[in-house]
């Protein structure tokens, strides 16, 4: 192929490659999640990639095509299908069309990669993994309660320590119940408050001023683009904002001044309700934190706070998220809080969607990267990995059949290096590549081996095998030169030949060398 029409290797806008240190980091992440889920007693769900689009329901913004906001194609029926953009909508699926199965309430966790067809920038990728817990058929606080604990549970159990988060709780229902007060409720304002939520949401990046415009005339970014706003007057932004501001001026504020708020933040909510909706939710709330402080929760851990909201349309009652208070810099060189790792809330209607009974879920969400991302900035020792087992590489001399089929039953003899408990004590591969002998030496020191086995045709004649130790050679350039014996002495150690039968215990000489 001539250079201009060969392939461009360029990787999708929005999506990235993991290599294997941040792999082994997210699985050691994942287990701990794990371990703290079933320690509460939920058990293992997996779903597909893969769900009807109408399965997993409208509601995301942009509603107008099948696949705006997801990524979606047709199938030979001419069904569309979607990519799943979070882990919820499937789980209702599944609960739905397994219900007389499951017990009830049915408590899972699952882990998996979810997909957004949106606008990626920093931070924000159009692929991303998230581990959910979720309590289906339990209507009481007490379900919100206990994931509220859970969320609190899985930082500490991955390495954030009190003090450096805090578990917010707001409702939808409260929020309706300011949104009526503003005249937006009723079925025909529910675009309308979509925007006024999503505006709400936006402030750790656009700050008070950026909601305002967006609760109003909308707002200009830096980029030239123009985000329309909803559209509302003066005296209703100021009239929602009223128990909110506030509570996001405080977001600034040292733990212990936040604390000393808190209670300022609860007054100035109860002096602003002004309709059933937004009195029961205000009681479910405290209700909810009542039963999180007496499990030994205080709110420097889980408290209410109005200017929570969850981006999703379909949370009911209860909202949560996690956020991270500990101060990190940003791409511009500015120190910011880290913010939220983890969210959810309650879904009552989700279930329902598929039954003719409502069914009541809640549930919450760790966005993976989002809290590997943390883990390193506070230099978790659960990202401390540990080492791998120590490599072999055995090198390909000679080329015929034959000789290939004895380098490979070197290698079968050395993976079976066992220890006293049974366990593996090394990785060993063969060469595979098509270079000579430097670039074999050269190959291994990249995959920092610790030894390699070599046997050219002279060697197996003589029914021998030569075993170069990596590591002592690395360190016979740090021998000064005249100290010829010491240099000989390493040398000899550095590479030495046993017969072929005792291949195993020359390698386990190297091992025991370095262990």
Known sequence: MSKDSKLKARLPRGFADRGPGDLAATERMLAAIRETYELYGFEALETPLVEYTDALGKFLPDQDRPNEGVFSFQDDDEQWLSLRYDLTAPLARYVAENFDQLPKPYRSYKAGWVFRNEKPGPGRFRQFMQFDADTVGAGSVAA??????????????VGIPQGDYVVKINSRKFLDGQLEAIGLGGDDKATKRLVVLRALDAFDRLGIDGVRERLGAGRRDVSGD??????????????FLSPIRFSLESRSLSLEMQLS???????????????DVAAQAYTEMIELTEQCEAAGYG???????????????????????????????NEDGQPVRFGSVAGGGRYDGLVGRFRNEPVPATGFSIGVSRLLAALKAVNSPLLTAEKPLPLVVVTAMDREPERIADYQRMVAQLRGLRGEDGRPLLRAEMYLGEGRFGAQMKYADKRDALCAIIQGSDEKGKGLVQVKDLKLGAELASIAKDDREAYLRKQAEAQFTVPEDELVEGVRKVLARHS
């Open 261 to 275: 708020n808190y209670y300022s933040i609860l007054n100035v909510m109860r002096n602003t309700i002004d309709n």
């Open 299 to 329: 709110p420097e851990r889980i408290r209410i706070d109005p200017s929570v909201v969850r981006g999703l349309e379909y949370y009911t009652g209860p909202v949560y998220e996690a956020e991270l208070t500990f101060t990190v810099t």
């Open 144 to 157: 919100d309660a206990e994931i509220c604990m859970l969320m609190a549970d899985t930082l500490e159990r």
């Open 226 to 239: 123009f985000t329309k706003g909803a559209g509302l007057g003066e005296r209703e932004i100021n009239k």
